[in-house]
């Protein structure tokens, strides 16, 4: 293991037993949060015994709907618009001024369009992410050397077979980036959205122990929405550093 | 076409349209030159003359705005078959390996997979890179990956290997290496090769003939025979007469490079 692993572990290991004093000295009272050890023992009930697995498994299939849709469909986008420079200076400013729109403000009218289901969750979801891969593929696709063109084309390639032999495997670190963008926007799309208004899903359940003071639920609930999040960005940024030591820049 | 022209220009000019609709940038011609079958053929000449642009003329990269080239008796419209590039910089691919890297160029070829493999596998080992066929281009050498890029462009023999101030990024003691593998690769393919370089000592010793431009817009105001046997290697630049000619050719360059610093402002 790395030094700068262990510090981050050390960091982490801190904070937890920092919590667990404060809350075992009342500083922090038991109604705001119970200690770690608490949470980390109705956290394994709740694995055991099953619980939520329904709601967690329903938020977590409409995580991935909203992350590949936005991921799939933010690439092709980039792609084209990456081709079509007029397209793309016309789009300019939209990208620029994107996340200063609060996209959660169009839920009721996404509830009018597509009813109470998933629906609205998973577009915010995608709406959220969309953005922020096409301006990371943009910008990957801007740093791929004239010179790896010049010898797609040498090799008569055509401009789909540039794309897909040549310059996005250029930009594989951008896409893995643009992954993680995507996924951590989905995260805060869906879940986001099930605790405004929806009637299920982690984030619903979440909000509902919260205004429950149902401690013993939320907080595992909590803690197993950060760790499945931390896990798939694991698996991104491992593969991350595989692909950038193979290119010297890891 | 003579007979034994292997590449022909003839008034080849390329003008570069100016942005605002003004009257562009004649950057070269009008060029009449003959390139002999199997002959080494260099171009020397100062920065900005419109060398590189002559290299992307016969490449098939871009079009002449006047004039005709032909290769093997048929003009040059798009990328010519049997033709190959080796630019100045890093071409290789990163995500793929030295095998992957070379392996690209056989991509459209219709041999199997087997063939495929046996000739990579050929390319590099005359390139003398088998140890690191599985090595990712990060961690090679600059004069490793250029022999990388090298091999993805002999895989497919081509009949015409362009080279593009091929060993610009590399220090002088591998550019003389280089120049020795590149005479060797250049008897055992027979292929024609013209090269572009600024270094006058590596067009004379790795050249049949060497063209000298002017400045842009450049065209052909020198071409000297060089008339070293064909089985040559770097030391001959330990010949008495190799100074003499490195004189001759910067004796022809020296006014025009003058002029290209003047309009730099140098």
């Known amino acids: 293991?790395?030094?700068?692993?262990i510090y981050q572990i050390a960091i982490i290991l801190a904070f937890v037993a920092l919590l667990e004093v404060l809350c075992l000295t009342k500083v922090i009272d038991k109604i705001t949060m119970p200690a770690p050890h608490f949470i980390l023992r109705d956290f394994f009930l709740m694995i055991i015994h099953g619980r939520y697995f329904h709601e967690v498994g329903q938020s977590m299939f409409n995580v991935m709907i909203a992350f590949v849709s936005a991921f799939v469909i933010g690439i092709i986008t980039g792609t084209i618009l990456h081709a079509y420079r007029l397209v793309r200076d016309v789009m300019d400013p939209l990208f620029a001024t994107y996340y200063a729109i609060p996209v959660f403000a169009f839920y009721p009218l996404f509830i009018m369009i597509f009813g109470l289901g998933d629906g609205p969750q998973v577009l915010i979801g995608y709406m959220l992410g969309v953005v922020a891969v096409i301006v990371t593929i943009l910008n990957g696709l801007d740093?791929?050397?004239?010179?790896?063109?010049k010898t797609a084309r040498i090799n008569r390639l055509s401009p789909f077979q540039t794309?897909?032999?040549?310059?996005?495997?250029?930009?594989?670190?951008f896409l893995l980036t643009a992954a993680k963008l995507a996924l951590a926007y989905a995260f805060i799309g869906v879940i986001g959205s099930e605790f405004i208004m929806a009637r299920s899903g982690m984030g619903y359940e979440i909000g509902h122990a919260y205004t429950n003071f149902d401690n013993a639920t939320m907080y595992p609930l909590i803690l197993l929405l950060l760790l499945i999040s931390i896990f798939m960005n694991g698996i991104l940024t491992a593969w991350e550093k595989v692909l950038l030591a193979r290119r010297g820049q890891a | 076409?003579?007979?034994?022209?292997?590449?022909?220009?003839?008034?080849?000019?390329?003008?570069?349209?100016?942005?605002?609709?003004?009257?562009?940038?004649?950057?070269?011609?009008p060029i009449d030159i003959d390139i002999r079958k199997g002959e080494f053929f260099a171009v020397v000449g100062p920065s900005g003359c419109g060398k590189s642009t002559m290299l992307e003329?016969?490449?098939g990269l871009t079009t002449p705005t006047e004039g005709e080239i032909e290769f093997e008796g048929k003009?040059?419209?798009?990328?010519?078959?049997?033709?190959?590039?080796?630019f100045q910089e890093d071409a290789c691919f990163p995500w793929l390996s030295v095998e992957g890297n070379v392996a690209f160029g056989l991509r459209r070829s219709n041999l199997s997979a087997d063939e495929k493999a046996r000739k990579v596998a050929a390319v590099i080992k005359m390139m003398g890179l088998s140890e690191f066929s599985g090595t990712y281009p990060a961690q090679l050498s600059g004069g490793m990956r250029q022999r990388v890029c090298i091999a993805r462009t002999l895989v497919v023999e081509p009949r015409l290997i362009l080279l593009d101030e091929p060993f610009g990024a590399l220090d002088q003691q591998?550019?003389?290496?280089?120049?020795?593998?590149?005479?060797?690769?250049?008897?055992?393919?027979g292929a024609t090769v013209f090269l572009i370089t600024h270094a006058l000592d590596e067009a004379a010793m790795l050249a049949d003939r060497i063209g000298v431009m002017s400045a842009r817009p450049g065209t052909l105001i020198d071409v000297v025979e060089t008339k070293w046997p064909a089985d040559r290697d770097s030391r001959i630049v330990e010949r008495e007469n190799f100074g003499a000619l490195t004189s001759r050719l910067w004796k022809s360059l020296r006014d025009e490079s003058m002029k290209t610093m003047g309009?730099?402002?140098i």
């Open chain 1, 163 to 173: 794309a897909i032999r040549v310059t996005l495997p250029f930009c594989a670190p």
């Open chain 1, 1 to 5: 293991m790395k030094p700068t692993q």
């Open chain 1, 143 to 149: 740093r791929v050397p004239r010179v790896l063109k």
């Open chain 2, 1 to 29: 076409m003579t007979s034994s022209a292997h590449v022909t220009l003839r008034g080849v000019t390329k003008v570069f349209p100016a942005s605002d609709g003004g009257p562009g940038v004649h950057a070269l011609g």
């Open chain 2, 57 to 59: 003329l016969l490449a």
């Open chain 2, 263 to 265: 309009r730099m402002g």
């Open chain 2, 75 to 86: 003009p040059i419209r798009d990328i010519p078959e049997g033709v190959g590039v080796v």
């Open chain 2, 174 to 189: 591998t550019r003389l290496l280089m120049g020795d593998e590149v005479l060797r690769l250049w008897r055992e393919t």
